[in-house]
């Protein structure tokens, strides 16, 4: 098994870098008495081992134990070159789920809350120049139903639609030596229209008055801007004029130099800071130029219509939950699920590994970007999912291959938002919080049913039946059939806007429906309607697509879904990712559609 040695940022690559995922000593603190009795001391031995950075849960790790355990302890030791000594250390973790306390040579270095989102600290001051030491507390309430946790079950065992629990780390653990002042942060604002990229730095650390920056961007290994500009503060912005330049003027806007899942053109960035004419920091990055908004009942993309042919995608994994066992796998389910004849995904219920997305953004992949839901409303879920959502837009600004946000999924977490004004406050306040984070994506504020304000109209409906229920399928077509039949329909007996609430013109999408579920030989699972074979697969498959594809009102849709997880058999796929059918077939369905004109 490998122990994801890729590089787990790939928005901010720098070169000197070590990565700590492998064999960490590992512990049950079932008690709770691990803080109290200085576990994190260096003396302390912990007397299992696991492999980082999967889940207990998980075959991966080595443990694969699906009970209940809370609390939980990871240590590990490593050596640094010397030269790291002359440098600032810097400790990540791209997840721990869901409160973390880091420990150093038995130093408190600091905590995070959030089980989705990146975290670091410096912790120069907490070296020995020997071998050095981490350690990590975690704690996990798997019954705290106002954590943010998606499909993970507060029962031992799954069922229905919710999967093993996940605890601790899950993504990878890594170290990176810095200079004194580097770059902490880059976040690129492509203007389309303008034909300009804003740019934006941030700078981290101590650092004189003779700070530049060196920006070097280039287009297929070609140089297209080399800019300098003098850093006089922590946070700088910058504007460069693409369009103007000699090479994209006359097309600029031609499918060679923007970002769409057909033609994923990316521009790369090398940005180098000088103090006093020394080099002290070097990173790689890039961006795509692409525009996102919706006009006239549909989405555009680049200022074109664009029919977006989703997919739902749980991001599970038999031998690592949540954690894709190679990076290999990640790209793989992109380029299955294109395979299929679909051009995006909505990531359901989860914020998926950065590289998910950097190949998404190498490979053309629309990605509909999620966020684990909380299962009960009160003050600490609403404080909790903010947080969460706050990290997750700083952290995933810069991929051009996210083109909406999903705070909210089908009321979880706000159960009464139909006619509760405080949950269809909490509602509206993700949706303005997003929006003044990020004003270049598109914001669905409950996705499913009982929206308020929202950018699209997103509705699940699951009863197109079997093809042995004709009533069902017709009663399907019809409400797919006009504007009006949707927005009266009863998506799971419920509105589709809240109390207050109605359509506004945004576009109507089906981000739900499907879940045709076969396994050949299976005793046991489920899945919305059924199929007893792969050739009933794909005719049960193109039956519901027929109906889809016959609404002159629907402008994309998101079909349940991309593979198994666990008692679900109702993916394309099976949870090994192994075909359940012919795979061109699908995609010859999925290629039968054309845009029309509103």
Known sequence: MSHRMEYPRPQLV?????????????????????????????????????????????????IHDTSF???????????????????????????????????????????????HTPFSFD???????????????????????TIPRGKQFWLEKPASIWYTRT????????????????????????????????????????????????????????????????????ITRRMVDLFGLNIFRTNFHHAGWTWTPETPNLFDVEMKLYDHGVEVDCIQSYFGMRKVHTENGMVYLNNKPYYQKLVLDQGYWQEGLLTAPTDEHLRKDIELAKELGFNGCRKHQKVEDPRFLYWADRIGFLVWGECAANASFNSDAVARLT??????????????????????????????????????????AMYSLIHSLDDTRLVISNDGWEM???????????????????????????????????????????????????????????????????????????????????????????????????????????????????QEINGLLAYDRTPKCDMSLIKEINSQWHLRTV
């Not at 969460?388 to 999924?409: G, M, Q, Y």
Request: contains cysteine; aromatic residues 14%; hydrophobic residues 35%.
């Open 14 to 62: 720098r070169d000197t870098w070590l990565n700590l995922n492998g064999v960490w000593q590992f512990e049950f603190d079932d008690r709770n008495v691990g803080a109290a009795q200085r576990w994190f001391d260096p003396s302390e031995n912990f007397s299992q081992t696991i492999q980082v950075p999967f889940a207990f849960q998980t075959p991966a790790s080595g």
């Open 69 to 115: 355990h809370d609390y939980v302890w990871y240590k590990r030791n490593f050596t640094l070159d010397p030269g790291w000594y002359k440098k600032r250390v810097v400790l990540h973790f791209g997840a721990v789920d869901y409160r973390a306390w880091i420990y150093v040579n038995g130093h408190y270095i600091g905590m995070h809350e959030g089980g």
């Open 123 to 145: 912790i120069t001051h907490a070296l020995t120049g020997q071998e050095e030491q981490v350690t990590v507390h975690v704690e996990d309430l798997s019954k705290d139903e």
């Open 167 to 234: 605890t601790g780390i899950w993504q990878t653990v890594w170290l990176e030596a810095v200079n004194p002042v580097y770059i902490h942060q880059v976040k690129f604002e492509p203007d389309l229209d303008q034909g300009s990229i804003g740019i934006e730095v941030k700078s981290e650390g101590y650092g004189s008055e003779e700070l530049v920056l060196d920006i070097r961007i280039s287009f297929r290994g070609v140089p297209v801007i080399q800019d300098q500009v003098r850093l006089l503060q922590p």
């Open 387 to 428: 947080k969460e959502w706050i990290e997750i837009i700083d952290r995933d600004f810069n991929h051009p291959s996210i083109v909406a946000w999903v705070p909210l999924n089908e009321s979880w977490g706000i159960p009464m938002v139909k006619s509760n004004k405080k949950q269809q406050y909490h509602s509206l």
């Open 452 to 566: 308020t304000q929202t950018d699209i109209c997103a509705l699940h409906n699951y009863q197109h039946g079997r093809a042995d229920e004709p009533d069902k399928y017709e009663e399907f077509k019809r409400i797919l059939s006009t504007k009006e039949t949707m927005l009266a329909s009863k998506p799971s007996a419920r509105n589709v806007y809240a109390d207050g609430y109605q359509h506004r013109g945004e576009p109507i999408l089906l981000t739900e429906f499907g879940g045709i579920s076969y396994k050949a030989g299976a005793d046991d699972g489920w899945g919305y309607t059924s199929a007893q074979s792969s050739e009933d697969l794909v005719l049960e498959y193109e039956r519901i697509m027929k109906a889809v594809y016959a609404s002159k009102i629907i402008y994309g849709y998101c079909y349940t879904q991309l593979t198994d997880v666990e």
